[in-house]
């Protein structure tokens, strides 16, 4: 079974060359498309040498022609599966060598569910599962739809960018199809951090204080690699003003959030 990446960025300089290099070595290849970032993300992105790395930039897209291009993409795939990959998106290798595992062996399923280990403040601080609202296979949490198969009919992207999905033939969503599995491969999701040195359309940054891991913590193999002068390091703490903000506001987060539970 060949796999591909389909990755879509924008102004995701921090985290890109990361996000490419922890699953590099484990699929076949890399579309990798920009959508007209500002910032270092295309050179950081050039800096990546390897014949499995295709590399477009588009220009801006307005949230129909995300949907179209994201459209365009699975079409150029010429794989048996699709794995997913945002600029924010840090994969373990074991995480990875699982999924990538599964659609190999398993002949009979549609994709692969996995959950995400969520930064927030700063990497060193973890928000709790209990924050996650995706509801998939009957669980609740960070969890995310990360790989499918190009053989299920009619599959297809539809939705404006926010809300865009994987749907088949019939008009369902993948994720509501009876041939999915979960995973226990988590992935790294560092959207709540800083991504740019510049101001992001749709940020999601957030001034929250999550739990403090501890010193036996591994993070994702590729942090600790060397990477280019270009790319800022991941390992930067929040600032006096950003913790003192994050102090005010979580316990306010925390309070809206079993609200509304």
Not at 218 to 234: D, G, M, Q, T
Not at 237 to 244: A, C, H, T, V
Request: glycine letters at 6%; a positive charge; aromatic letters at 12%.
């Amino acid at each position: 079974m060949t796999i591909w990446a389909n990755t879509i960025v924008n102004n995701e300089e921090n985290f890109i060359w990361f996000a490419i290099m922890s699953v590099l070595d484990y699929v076949d290849k890399i579309l990798v498309w920009d959508t007209g970032s500002t910032d270092k993300t295309v050179e950081v992105i050039k800096t990546i040498n390897s014949n499995k790395l295709k590399f477009k930039e588009v220009g801006k897209v307005d949230p129909m022609e995300f949907t179209k291009m994201r459209q365009k993409m699975l079409e150029e795939s010429k794989c048996d599966w699709i794995l997913i990959l945002d600029g924010d998106e840090i994969w373990w290798e074991k995480s990875i060598k699982m999924v990538v595992s599964e659609t190999n062996k398993r002949g009979n399923i549609d994709a692969v569910v996995v959950p995400m280990v969520v930064p927030v403040g700063d990497i060193y601080h973890m928000q709790d599962q209990s924050a996650g609202k995706y509801k998939l296979l009957g669980k609740t949490g960070h969890l995310s739809l990360k790989a499918f198969s190009k053989k299920i009919p009619g599959l297809h992207v539809d939705w404006p960018y926010g809300k865009e999905g994987f749907f088949d033939g019939s008009g369902k969503l993948i994720q509501e199809r009876e041939r999915i599995i979960f995973v226990d491969a988590p992935f790294l999701h560092v959207t709540h951090l800083r991504r740019s040195s510049v101001k992001r359309k749709y940020d999601k940054f957030k001034y929250e204080l999550g739990e403090k891991v501890d010193k036996s913590f591994k993070f994702p193999e590729v942090l600790y690699r060397s990477y280019p002068n270009s790319v800022a390091s991941p390992w930067n703490k929040m600032s006096g003003d950003e913790l003192i903000k994050s102090q005010i506001l979580t316990p306010l987060r925390k309070f809206k959030r079993r609200i509304l539970n």
